[in-house]
């Protein structure tokens, strides 16, 4: 049994339909890379537009949160024994570089309450309402002389989340059944600030 040598020739020629290979591999590399960064690009347009209206549902709820809050803040801070004069609805201020923004203000002659108006109350909320009361008398002055206090206002309240509100010093209003209540009991003492 003898074995014959490659010619040149076909030397060349396996050499030819190997590059041919090769090209045709890295033509359908090149094909499936530009598929997946359209894919890619199109995943992360449609991921954007969700977050969009998952951001645009936040902002509805909250304001119809802060809807629901506004005629009820009356009855229930008056049931505390706060007089309610005024209800202002997104108060925004900024002075000297700081900015402010509280979502319902409720508003006597000697009190200032602060409600933070949302659908799902996180730790995160409070804490970032708790520095926005640090901030209330300094960017509203006209309520320098008042006693301001702080609330917060939500269809879901987890249980940590309300136990570390009213450790807080702020009042905790919630959904029962079908109407809104001050969840703190009666021997809750607000922090006045």
């Not at 190997?18 to 499936?32: A, L, P, S, V």
């Not at 939500?154 to 209540?181: C, F, W």
Request: hydrophobic share 35%; aromatic share 8%; net charge negative.
């Amino acid at each position: 049994m003898s074995t014959a040598q490659p010619t040149f020739d076909d030397v060349w020629r396996m050499f030819q339909e190997t590059d041919q290979r090769f090209q045709e591999t890295d033509r359908w590399f090149q094909e499936t890379e530009r598929l997946l960064k359209e894919s890619s690009q199109e995943t992360d347009r449609a991921i954007r537009e969700v977050n969009k209206r998952i951001g645009d549902l936040g902002n509805r709820l909250g304001g119809f949160i802060e809807e629901m809050v506004r005629p009820a803040a009356v009855r229930l801070f008056r049931d505390r024994g706060i007089e309610v004069h005024e209800v202002h609805r997104d108060i925004t201020a900024e002075r000297d570089g700081e900015s402010l923004q509280v979502d319902l203000l409720v508003v006597n002659d000697a009190d200032t309450v602060a409600i933070e108006c949302k659908s799902h109350l996180s730790l995160d909320d409070v804490n970032e309402h708790l520095e926005r009361m640090e901030k209330l008398k300094r960017l509203l002055p006209k309520y320098a002389d008042s006693r301001a206090l702080g609330a917060v206002a939500a269809m879901v309240i987890p249980e940590n989340v309300a136990k570390y509100s009213y450790r807080q010093g702020l009042y905790v209003i919630g959904q029962t059944g079908d109407h809104l209540m001050i969840r703190n009991d009666a021997k809750f003492r607000p922090k006045a600030w």
